[in-house]
């Protein structure tokens, strides 16, 4: 089974500094996927990005970008210019891609951000 | 981009009776439904998964006969809580995955939650 573990229950950062969120997790898998969601006061999950496990390049969104360690399993978030909107709780999750694994997403226990104006 | 639309977005029940929750994919076939459940100021725990057209699948520790859960079309999935008690009180989130899907992290769609609350 796999397991997705964040470390950090809660965070804050200043309006426009950096912050990063760290997110470590355990697989037998090679094949898989993780991402990163946020969950805002409205409790809508939203995508923020994205990682395939077969690659190597980092994956980046505008302010948000991941530092993926395949062998360490550690897949950490970077918010560049943090906004207030920012603030949310921050879910790590990973899927298994094979056939037949009905591909449903581990969360992490999740990491509550503040941006402080 | 795709829409999960999902509803009532909070209940108040009465402890006996049962609660449906409908979750509808507006805009793709979403073959596949995940249920969850969170906690307040917790993860997401997935409940079920559920294929349209066949049984759903529950994981460990949830009870089948008291979360019924129905996807008979590719546009509808249903939860209902069954003679529900204030245990049961908690936000239940789903997510649809889309017939065409490949991991492109569009493939997700969650609706936007229900808040059940059982007095």
């Known amino acids: 089974a796999q397991t997705v573990t964040q470390s950090q229950p809660e965070m804050s950062v200043q309006e426009a500094e950096t912050v990063t969120l760290s997110c470590t997790y355990d697989?037998?898998?090679?094949?898989?996927?993780l991402f990163w969601y946020k969950q805002p006061p409205s409790r809508q999950m939203i995508l923020v990005i994205r990682?395939?496990?077969?690659?190597?390049q980092n994956a980046t969104e505008n302010r948000f970008s991941v530092n993926f360690q395949k062998a360490a399993k550690s897949f950490s978030l970077k918010i560049s210019d943090s906004q207030l909107g920012d603030t949310a709780m921050y879910f790590c999750?990973?899927?298994?891609?094979?056939?037949?694994?009905?591909?449903?997403?581990?969360f992490g226990g999740g990491t509550r951000l503040m941006v402080k104006p | 981009g795709a829409v999960v639309s999902q509803h009532p977005s909070r209940v108040i029940c009465k402890s006996g009776t049962s609660v449906k929750i409908e979750c509808r994919s507006l805009?793709?076939?979403?073959?596949?439904m995940f249920w969850y459940r969170q906690f307040p100021k917790q993860s997401l725990m997935l409940m079920a998964t559920?294929?349209?057209?066949?049984?759903?699948?529950?994981e460990q520790g949830v009870e089948k006969d008291k979360f019924l859960i129905n996807h008979a079309s590719l546009t509808l999935s249903t939860l209902t809580v069954t003679s529900a008690h204030p245990e049961d009180s908690s936000f239940y989130i789903c997510?649809?995955?889309?017939?065409?899907?490949?991991?492109?992290?569009?493939?997700?769609?969650f609706g936007s939650g229900t808040r059940l609350t059982v007095v």
């Open positions: 990682q395939e496990a077969y690659k190597q």
């Open positions: 697989t037998s898998e090679n094949n898989y996927y």
């Open positions: 805009d793709f076939q979403a073959t596949t």
């Open positions: 997510s649809a995955r889309d017939r065409g899907w490949a991991p492109s992290g569009y493939g997700y769609t």
């Open positions: 999750a990973f899927m298994k891609l094979r056939v037949g694994a009905g591909n449903m997403l581990t």
């Open positions: 559920s294929n349209e057209g066949s049984k759903a699948t529950y």
